[in-house]
């Protein structure tokens, strides 16, 4: 039995550790956190620091793995240190930090023949205010590095905005430096891929809906996306072209592009799935490929199979009430009971302050629905946005 470490137990990966644990491989769950809530699931649980690359390593020749997998962008380093150590499948470090810095990464798409808006790097809002006249207003200011969720992420729209942006960026920057570019109008798409020996299989592709925040949060994934044959394939071949060039020659990818009227453009890509219930339930739940079991093959050197894959409609809905003090949730478990429904979950308890999206992280709750159209789909998500009714505490 092959053994898998899996650096992350959060409760969006329980269905990983199911779904590996259910192919017969040995998932041993790697989280600081000593009371993760996917740990009861693994076959063995080791409560480390996995940043701590040494002890990470160390603890991985212990244990006597076969293959490495990070499930989040905290484990994309440390785990492609514990490849070139132990001469594992996964990506380089070099990859790695192409991946998880943002500088990095909009470097190595500069010979993308479009897909790359203008951009800077800095470090100080004196910098900042020297060099804005390279993009112009309005633009977007985050964090080259800030373990994902969208944290730090803003719209300057002008002069005014700077301090405010570069502060809400610094706050979650964890590599002294932040990236100015261009902002992108048009359509958001989200594309989850697994590179194989060098060729990217395009698993899912979504459209999003971000209401009109200047944190860019975004409220709606809706597969398949919404555009036409031509600008999927104008997406495939950017999306393919940019995964290669960071390096990614076997492993998941999760891209963020907009198609903007000259064509598609990268936003980002990070060296694994997509988060919380991407990688482990919609990329299977709309392509019919379950994506920790093909990773897992794949790291293990085993032969994966991507030639079925589908476009089932699939909606991943996240709540986004009014600003208040949550009291309570109804209908909860109406809505939990009805077909279609793949799951429904609240992440904020009473007392907690719901309707600030400052980040991807402080979405108060989601949905995860199928139906035989898209359009069926979109329906029965607005459907259980309206029943389940987040109730607030009376202000005096």
């Known amino acids: 039995m092959m053994k898998i470490a899996i650096l992350g137990a959060s409760i969006y990966n329980i269905a990983v550790y199911e ?67 132990m001469g594992l499948v996964g990506n380089s470090l070099k990859t790695a930090n192409n991946a998880t810095d943002k500088g990095l990464m909009r470097t190595c798409w500069m010979d993308l023949k479009r897909g790359n808006p203008t951009f800077f790097v ?3 809002i004196k910098e900042l205010e020297q060099k804005i006249e390279l993009v112009g207003y309005p633009c977007i200011i985050k964090p080259t590095f800030s373990g994902g969720g969208g944290r730090g992420i803003s719209v ?28 992108m109008d ?20 979504s459209d999003k809906y971000k209401p ?8 709606s994934l809706n597969y398949p996306a919404d555009i036409s044959v031509e600008q999927e394939e104008e997406v495939v071949n950017l999306i393919k072209e940019a995964v290669l060039a960071l390096g990614i020659m076997n492993g998941m990818a999760h891209s963020e592009v907009i198609l903007t009227a000259n064509g598609p453009k990268m936003v980002e890509t ?7 219930h991407i990688f482990p339930l919609i990329i299977e739940a709309t392509s019919g490929i379950s994506a920790p079991v093909s990773f897992a093959k794949l790291l293990v050197g085993d032969k994966v199979d991507l030639k079925q894959v589908e476009k089932k409609p699939v909606i991943y809905r996240f709540f986004n009430p009014p600003y208040g003090i949550l009291k309570s949730i109804e209908n909860f478990d ?3 009971s009805w077909e279609g429904v793949l799951t429904v979950g609240v992440t904020k308890n009473p ?25 069926e789909a979109v329906q029965l998500a607005d459907k259980v946005e309206e029943t389940l009714k987040f109730v607030l505490e009376e202000t005096k």
């Open 186 to 205: 048009g359509l958001e798409l989200t594309i989850e891929t697994l590179s194989v020996d060098g060729e990217v299989h395009v698993l899912a592709i």
């Open 156 to 183: 300057v729209k002008s002069p005014e905005d700077l301090k405010w942006a570069y502060d809400f960026a610094k706050a979650d920057d964890q590599n002294n430096s932040l990236l100015c570019e261009a902002l």
């Open 212 to 219: 009109n925040l200047r944190t860019r949060v975004s409220t």
């Open 270 to 276: 990070g060296a694994r799935g997509g988060g919380s």
């Open 122 to 124: 800095f470090e100080t």
């Open 19 to 85: 779904s590996l644990k259910s192919n017969e491989y040995y998932t041993i769950a790697i989280d600081g956190d000593k009371n993760a809530p996917a740990a009861r699931i693994a076959d063995k649980f080791i409560p480390i620091d996995f940043s701590n690359k040494e002890l990470l390593l160390e603890t991985c020749k212990r244990e006597e793995i076969d293959a490495i997998m990070p499930i989040n962008e905290w484990g994309v380093l440390p785990s492609a240190y514990v490849c070139d150590k």
């Open 351 to 375: 007392g907690d302050i719901i309707g600030d999206l400052k980040n991807s992280l402080e979405r108060p709750g989601f949905t995860v629905v199928t139906a035989k159209t898209r359009k």
């Open 334 to 336: 109406e809505v939990k």
